[in-house]
Each structure stands twice: as C-alpha cells, then as structure tokens.
C-alpha cells in the first residue's frame, strides 16, 4: 500500500483530471470557492434552450493560484488543466475530507430548490419533496421521494406525424438520477454512508462503480445507516430513486489507510458538511502558465474550475 505521508505534511492536493490523477502542490491559498446564487454569474445553462438561475443552491466556482512552481510542476500543471475540454475534474482536498461528496449528493433536498431531474421529470412532475422536519444531526431539512404510479414513460399514439401526436397515456418521464465522480488519493480510502430514518424503505439505490479499471468494480446498495468501504481510486457514485421513503443526508469520509480501522469499521458516523467540489471541469480558457524565470525554471500558474451538474 502507498504510503500516507502525502498530503498536508506535504503541502499536497489530489487531483484527478479525467482518469489522470496526481498529487499536486497546494495552491498558494485556501482556494476562492464561491457558491454562486444571485446576480449575473448565477445563470446555469442546461442545454441549448434552458436555464436555471440558483437560489439557495448554486454551482461552485474555485480559482486555484501558485505564484512558485518548478520545471517539473509546470510540466505536471500543463498534463492537468491545458487543453481540456469535458474531462471531470476530481479536487480532494485534505480539509473537505471529512465529507467529500458535494452538497447536491451530502444534502439531496437542495436538488428541489436547484430544480434538478433528479427532483423533476421532463414535464415538470415533482418527486422529490422537502420535508417539514429538521434533522437533529444536520439541522438541514431531509427529502421525501414520492414515486407517481403513472411517473413511467412517455408514450405517444402511433401516428406517422409525431407533430401531430396525441398522448396515448397519462404517464410520465421518469425523473432521472445524480452521479457523482470522487477520487480516493493513493494511502488513503473511503468510507460511504446514506442516514435516514429507520423505517424500513429504501427510497434510494446507490450504485459505487470504480471507473479507472481497478478493483473491486462495482458496489450496488439500497440500504441506509450502513458504512461501505472504498479502496483508493476514480469511483462514480450513482443515486437512483427506488420506492417511496425518506433521507437525511449523505457522506464520504477520506481517511489514511489502515487495516485494523477498516475491518472495524467507524463506531458512529456523525454529520459533516458535504465540503466537496461535486463534478467540476476547468474553465475554457482558464488555465495559465508563466515563465517568470526559464533559467531558474521558476513559473507561476492559474486555473478556475466550475460545478457542471452531470445531466
């Protein structure tokens, strides 16, 4: 196993750009992340005819600076953030690692304010529903999902014209589902963890797939309060609506590896904030290397990177 001593002992962050990873020496400062909600920058495009403007959820933006990078790091930047494109950018960073998941996935009933699919289908048919109650661990609002027993499929009668189709049904689209891309650094692995009322639903079935060819492959659980391990790695996590039920809240606790602790497991899973970037791309046209000094091979660099919703 890799050892541990990277990290905050070394000034070091993880990132994983595509399926490329690499440790890479912090930036100069705690990283600007803004949670843009109101004004001009808060508009999300969805597609080429839609948009959302957040409210008391918007996407996170980080500007990552390093005023001191040597040849070797600046070769390593350009491998990570030149020329991207819709390659997923992973950031772990040490002091989110109490809880790595973003908002959207550690807090799910912020999918109904951000007007998601995974709260809405296609024509407008809400699932998800914010409960009343405050749970004691998060003090945030938990979810209800509430399947539609028509929420099914589109189904359109058989006519040559679809312009001039008639509704065959009342049923409608599905709502979709949320995946997450998150990356455990080399020494280190992950804990999962879904709380919720023990009511006996399983309003939920995530879906742990490790996407970087290592093993084990893939996870699958409907269960909630139960603790599941993940081996270092480039893992997407899935959340798929099932019956109806409640849920609290969701984590992803990063911690350095160690075979007596895993085999135990955690002795309670208490709440943290869901502090990470969620599924991030790097900003066209963001990246920027300076040579401040070829002759001493010292450079400078930037990056900006932005929450893009995985629908």
Same mark, same amino acid.
């Given at each position: 196993?890799?050892?541990?001593?990277?990290?905050?002992?070394?000034?070091?962050?993880?990132?994983?750009?595509?399926?490329?990873?690499?440790?890479?020496?912090?930036?100069?400062?705690?990283?600007?992340? =803004?949670?843009?909600?109101?004004?001009? $920058?808060?508009?999300?495009?969805?597609?080429?005819?839609?948009?959302?403007?957040?409210?008391?959820?918007?996407?996170?933006?980080?500007?990552?600076?390093?005023?001191?990078?040597?040849? $070797?790091?600046?070769?390593?930047?350009?491998?990570?953030?030149?020329?991207?494109?819709?390659?997923?950018?992973?950031?772990? &960073?040490?002091?989110?690692?109490?809880?790595?998941?973003?908002?959207?996935?550690?807090?799910? !009933?912020?999918?109904?304010?951000?007007?998601?699919?995974?709260?809405?289908? =296609?024509?407008?048919?809400?699932?998800?529903?914010?409960?009343? =109650?405050? =749970?004691? %661990?998060?003090?945030?609002?938990?979810?209800?999902?509430?399947?539609?027993?028509?929420?099914?499929?589109?189904?359109?009668?058989?006519?040559?014209? %679809?312009?001039?189709?008639?509704?065959?049904?009342?049923?409608?689209?599905?709502?979709?589902?949320?995946?997450?891309?998150?990356?455990?650094?080399?020494?280190?692995?992950?804990?999962?963890?879904?709380?919720?009322?023990?009511?006996?639903?399983?309003?939920?079935?995530?879906?742990? *797939?490790?996407? &970087?060819?290592?093993?084990?492959?893939?996870?699958?659980?409907?269960?909630?309060?139960?603790?599941?391990?993940?081996?270092?790695?480039?893992?997407?996590?899935?959340?798929?609506?099932? *019956?109806?039920?409640?849920?609290?809240?969701?984590?992803?606790?990063?911690?350095? !590896?160690?075979?007596?602790?895993?085999?135990?497991?955690?002795?309670? !899973?208490?709440?943290? !904030?869901?502090?990470?970037?969620?599924?991030?791309?790097?900003?066209?046209?963001?990246?920027?290397?300076?040579?401040?000094?070829?002759?001493?091979?010292?450079?400078?660099?930037?990056?900006?990177?932005?929450?893009?919703?995985?629908?």
């Amino acid at each position: 196993m890799a050892s541990t001593k990277r990290g905050c002992a070394t000034r070091e962050v993880y990132f994983a750009v595509g399926k490329f990873t690499s440790w890479f020496p912090a930036p100069d400062e705690s990283p600007t992340a =803004d949670s843009v909600q109101f004004g001009s $920058d808060s508009t999300t495009l969805l597609n080429g005819f839609a948009s959302i403007n957040g409210s008391v959820y918007g996407h996170r933006k980080y500007e990552l600076n390093w005023s001191y990078l040597n040849r $070797d790091q600046a070769e390593l930047f350009r491998r990570l953030f030149l020329n991207r494109g819709d390659e997923w950018v992973s950031y772990a &960073d040490p002091f989110s690692f109490n809880n790595m998941l973003s908002p959207l996935m550690g807090l799910p !009933y912020l999918h109904v304010h951000a007007g998601t699919p995974f709260a809405y289908n =296609d024509w407008g048919k809400q699932a998800l529903f914010v409960s009343d =109650d405050i =749970d004691e %661990k998060s003090q945030h609002p938990t979810v209800v999902y509430k399947p539609d027993p028509f929420a099914v499929n589109n189904q359109l009668g058989h006519v040559f014209n %679809k312009l001039n189709a008639r509704q065959a049904s009342l049923a409608l689209s599905k709502v979709g589902t949320y995946t997450e891309r998150v990356v455990v650094p080399e020494g280190y692995y992950g804990t999962f963890f879904a709380s919720g009322y023990e009511d006996g639903k399983q309003p939920f079935k995530w879906s742990l *797939q490790r996407v &970087d060819g290592g093993t084990p492959g893939t996870v699958v659980t409907q269960l909630k309060n139960q603790v599941f391990s993940m081996n270092e790695g480039l893992w997407e996590i899935t959340m798929r609506p099932g *019956q109806d039920g409640q849920l609290s809240w969701c984590g992803l606790r990063i911690t350095p !590896y160690d075979t007596a602790q895993i085999l135990a497991g955690p002795p309670e !899973y208490e709440f943290s !904030y869901p502090a990470g970037g969620g599924n991030m791309k790097v900003v066209p046209g963001s990246a920027r290397l300076v040579t401040v000094n070829n002759a001493r091979g010292h450079f400078s660099a930037s990056v900006s990177l932005e929450e893009c919703y995985s629908w």
